[in-house]
């Protein structure tokens, strides 16, 4: 690494004397969408969450007050964010679990080479290539207390989606089934990466199979394990296709995540509250903003 | 790696193939001589739509009419943003007349003032007056209406005569007679009364127990006796068993023999008929037998154009002439089992026959007719879609429920901009 | 000796485990499939049932047919022309900017290349609705410009490529120089060539990407005939929900040329996945 960096530097120090300012006509593309898609609207975002907005007339500055409104008031919006908030991170704290560990699951098996193992593999993959709304049409279904197999199966009576915990249930199945693909690959490509040997030295000492996981499996794929965490953990945070045509945030608003408060707010029916919406997202933006640091801070120090 | 190149081949030609289909179709969409026709019409009464624009069309207009139908929450979501957005505008929209006020107060619609003297005919005196008088607003036309549709009941012939066949001889059937039938019928498995859409249950139950949604047209009354009224008495119908369940698809059981009242919009009516069993029309259930005391949930379909910056005034007149046109040919539209709001229509011999035309036959049905006005409907409706039977199936408290519902609509009244 | 009969019974363990896992994996699409055949009368008359009674495919037709409405097909050639275009977009702009962060020599390159790193860290709800006035501002609602312009922002696919540049020997460009070759031959002939597999890889992330996306889509897309397939299914299940079999046809029109592009090019997809795992590993 070092060395490519000065070779880099010393290679292109001749082209720099004839025409210094070409480098950044290759840049240019990039930052011109960067700025006007990027950076102006996060900054007109975080100013906007200052005022009193409806997507039409000029911004009214208010200073604090949208922000007084949603955290500390105890008006709708406020109830809005803590149980917006409240269920997003509930969300995460049960989907991430399982997202990290079936597919690791299905890596190991996978590893174990079986029979028909490649079609395994594409057929975990595959839903991870539907868009979200196809998924929740199908899995609909498959919990529809009228129609669909569970309830008839099982000869139960149970209205999966309207009532808890069942609904949380059936999203972080929905968003099990439909992410896992992803995950399992990068655990496949590392698995795959660990030299035989330290399996055979492992057997030579009389390990069991559980042992050989604990200690040579499991440290081998750390890094990826917490790259896999920290990707996951943010995707999760951005919840919103499943529990608006799952549940449309029922039973009464349980699972109303604060993504859906925020379209609402912005972009529902009636006059729009950009404002107080951009404040949620703000704040939103913010918590995501604190959980990804605290991971990658424990992700720096373990490498 | 030649599959890159492959891949990046691939992509262009794909891109370079479809942009060019995509133009040539688009350019025929936004056909500057298409009128694009919006409306809710995505249940059973879209096919009689359809059916109208096709007759429309068939008459070889100068500015054909293309129609679009979309859900209603839908709709109304995309109503704001599209306007606001300037682009993809459609010609013709028909919003509910509750949602008038709040559009013209944020400046989404534009008036037909300067375009009814082209049409005499669009006039008070061919409408049925209470649609009529709600399409304006501050002196200014801004709806001109289609219909007034009702939530009625259909009922099951074949499970009346079985359980409740003296509930009918008046016409308005009491919850006290939807019960004793459920008594009866719940050892049958036979469910008495369909837990159907709840706005329009909730909302003639309140006028029923004397709720309005508003005193003085700005703020809500919503967490009041009747409201509480309503919920505690669906929550008892609920809690003696003779309703549908909570998961259960209320139309399923109906349309498979296995529920007495279903009530519903007339706007169903052709899809009920679809399913072949002997089925009549009758009043929303009631509270009382008194017919002074009735209340039939109802709101009207209206024309409206939305906000243009650069309105085609040619186009625009042509909207116009189509409006009129429907005037004289909804009868396919009461084929639906729609209430036209024309009175050429309703004065129609067809129409008299159908079903639904009770409702506008006597003075005692057309006063049961409940638009429920308030500039702010729409909040209250989306509250009312959102968190639904929630208090009724026991999932939150009655209390927090109303008190929520107040809550939020008044919490988003306050943080709107006013001009 | 032990060994192998371990083995054996781990393939065993590992199989069993596969299966049931599979199962549950395609169930709901075989479901999905056979309650696209059914009537909706036998739906609702019936239940539950796997096989339908009756096998019709009057649905498909149905919703084919009503090209107004639900132009399915339509919303999926719109997809197809976003994720396309996008695409294209990402991988010239991604290529050319790691191009100039690994190989040219600039004032500020490093301080540039880390801010815009740094912004990372804000997540995109941040700017959601300003983002949605500009596009307005532009006139790019209810066109595929609001979607393919914005997906351009990434910066981490700068730094994936970067990446992968930096470890290509400079000898290389040096080499070419000496023949008299320009920066931008450089790029085009010698760098552009070496970096195939990391832009095949950002390309399968920003196709399925932008194919997948909901929330923006469905705020910028309020014209019904512009729209992509994923808000446009939002819109189909409000308008079936009382007619499950075609919402079920609905959903399966739209998930079926991904899954023939995909047993096409099945392969090709696993390996670029398991490739990007060692750019970022």
Request: charged share 15%; glycine share 6%.
């Amino acid at each position: 690494m070092d060395s490519t960096t000065t070779h880099v530097a010393a290679g292109a120090k001749a082209q720099t004397r004839r025409k210094s300012s070409k480098p950044y006509l290759y840049l240019l593309p990039h930052l011109v969408i960067f700025t006007i898609f990027f950076l102006v609207p996060l900054v007109f975002g975080i100013y906007v969450s200052f005022t009193k907005w409806d997507l039409v007339r000029t911004p009214r500055f208010v200073g604090l007050q949208n922000y007084q409104t949603i955290l500390f008031s105890n008006s709708t919006f406020h109830t809005q964010l803590v149980e917006g908030l409240r269920n997003t991170l509930w969300f995460v704290l049960i989907s991430v679990p399982f997202c990290i560990l079936v597919p690791l699951l299905l890596a190991v098996a996978l590893n174990a080479k079986p029979k028909f193992g490649k079609f395994f593999q594409g057929l975990f993959y595959l839903p991870s290539l539907f868009s979200i709304s196809a998924v929740v049409i199908v899995w609909t279904l498959i919990f529809n207390p009228n129609y669909g197999p569970l309830n008839s199966l099982f000869h139960l009576n149970q209205v999966w989606t309207g009532t808890q915990p069942w609904a949380w249930m059936t999203i972080v199945i929905v968003t099990i089934w439909w992410t896992i693909g992803g995950n399992m690959i990068i655990y496949q490509a590392a698995l795959n990466g660990i030299p035989k040997d330290y399996y055979e030295a492992a057997d030579i000492d009389g390990a069991s199979s559980w042992e050989k996981f604990l200690h040579i499996t499991l440290p081998s794929i750390r890094g990826q394990f917490l790259y896999t965490l920290v990707t996951t953990t943010i995707a999760q945070f951005n919840i919103y296709g499943q529990p608006l045509m799952m549940t449309n945030g029922g039973p009464n608003g349980s699972t109303s995540v604060l993504m859906m408060y925020i379209q609402q707010n912005a972009f529902g029916a009636g006059q729009s509250l950009a404002g107080l919406a951009s404040a949620m997202a703000v704040v939103l933006g913010v918590c995501i903003l604190i959980v990804s640091m605290i991971q990658f801070y424990f992700l720096r120090r373990d490498y | 790696m030649r599959r890159l190149r492959s891949l990046v081949l691939a992509l262009a030609t794909i891109l370079l193939a479809f942009v060019a289909v995509g133009c040539t179709s688009s350019r025929a969409q936004s056909d500057s001589k298409t009128i694009v026709f919006w409306n809710p019409f995505t249940g059973p009464d879209g096919t009689s739509m359809q059916k109208l624009v096709n007759e429309y069309n068939a008459t070889k207009p100068e500015y054909p009419v293309k129609n679009i139908s979309l859900t209603e929450g839908d709709m109304y979501a995309k109503i704001p943003t599209i306007v606001n957005s300037g682009r993809g505008i459609p010609d013709l929209q028909i919003v509910h007349v509750e949602r008038i006020k709040d559009y013209v107060h944020n400046g989404i619609l534009d008036t037909y003032d300067q375009y009814l003297s082209n049409y005499p005919n669009i006039k008070s005196s061919n409408y049925v007056q209470e649609a009529w008088n709600g399409g304006s607003y501050e002196g200014h036309r801004y709806g001109i209406p289609l219909d007034i549709h009702t939530f009625v009941m259909y009922y099951n012939k074949d499970l009346v005569a079985k359980y409740c066949p003296e509930a009918l001889d008046d016409n308005i059937v009491t919850f006290d007679e939807i019960k004793a039938a459920g008594e009866k019928a719940k050892k049958d498995g036979i469910t008495a009364l369909g837990l159907t859409w709840w706005k329009p249950n909730y909302l003639s139950m309140l006028g029923q127990q004397g709720g309005e949604l508003t005193k003085n047209g700005v703020d809500p009354t919503l967490n009041t006796e009747p409201a509480k009224n309503t919920l505690n008495f669906y929550k008892s119908l609920y809690a003696a068993g003779i309703t549908s369940r909570d998961g259960q698809d209320p139309m399923q059981l109906f349309l498979t023999g296995k529920e007495i009242f279903h009530p519903e919009g007339i706007w169903m009516v052709n899809q009920i008929r679809e399913s072949k069993i002997k089925f009549g029309l009758t009043n929303a259930p009631q509270v009382s037998a008194d017919p002074k005391k009735m209340v039939n949930w109802s709101s009207s379909h209206q024309f409206v154009l939305l906000k243009q910056a650069k309105r085609n005034t040619a186009k625009t007149k042509a909207t116009l002439k189509f409006i009129n046109w429907v005037r004289t040919h909804s009868i396919h539209w009461a084929e639906a089992g729609q209430n036209p709001a024309s009175q050429a229509i309703t004065k129609n011999k067809a129409y008299q026959k159908m079903g639904q035309s009770f409702l506008l036959k006597s003075k005692t049905e057309q006063e049961s007719l409940r638009i429920f006005d308030y500039r702010y409907n729409g909040y209250v409706a989306d509250f009312l879609d959102r968190y639904a039977l929630d208090p009724v199936f026991g999932k939150t408290s009655i209390e927090k429920y109303l008190k929520d519902m107040q809550s939020t609509v008044q919490d988003k009244i306050d943080a709107q901009i006013t001009d | 000796m032990q060994n192998t009969r371990t083995n054996r019974a781990g393939k065993w363990l590992a199989f069993l485990f596969l299966t049931i896992m599979g199962v549950i994996w395609i169930v709901p699409l075989l479901y999905g499939i056979t309650s696209s055949f059914k009537t909706n009368i036998e739906m609702q008359s019936v239940g539950f049932r796997f096989l339908p009674i009756n096998w019709v495919l009057s649905n498909y037709t149905k919703l084919l047919a009503n090209t107004t409405n639900t132009p399915v097909f339509r919303w999926f050639l719109n997809s197809l022309v976003i994720a396309c275009g996008t695409t294209l977009l990402v991988l010239c702009v991604v290529s050319l900017s790691a191009f100039a962060y690994s190989r040219l020599k600039f004032r500020g390159k490093n301080i540039l290349f880390y801010g815009l790193l740094a912004t990372m860290m804000f997540p995109p709800v941040m700017n959601l609705i300003p983002l949605y006035k500009i596009i307005t501002t532009l006139g790019w609602a209810n066109t595929d410009w609001a979607m393919i312009v914005p997906a351009a922002t990434g910066v981490f696919n700068i730094f994936l490529v970067r990446q992968f540049m930096d470890n290509i020997p400079i000898s290389y460009d040096e080499a070419a120089r000496i023949d008299g070759a320009s920066d931008w031959q450089i790029f085009f002939r010698v760098i552009l060539p070496l970096i195939k597999p990391v832009l095949f890889v950002v390309a399968l992330f920003t196709f399925t990407g932008s194919w997948n996306d909901f929330l923006w889509p469905s705020i910028v897309f309020s014209d019904l005939n512009k729209m992509p397939i994923t808000p446009g299914l939002k819109l189909l299940q409000g308008m079936y929900a009382a007619n499950i079999p075609t919402l079920m046809a609905g959903a399966l029109v739209a998930i079926v040329p991904t899954l023939i592009l995909y047993f096409f090019a099945q392969k090709y997809f696993l390996q670029s996945m398991a490739l990007s795992v060692g750019v970022k590993g």
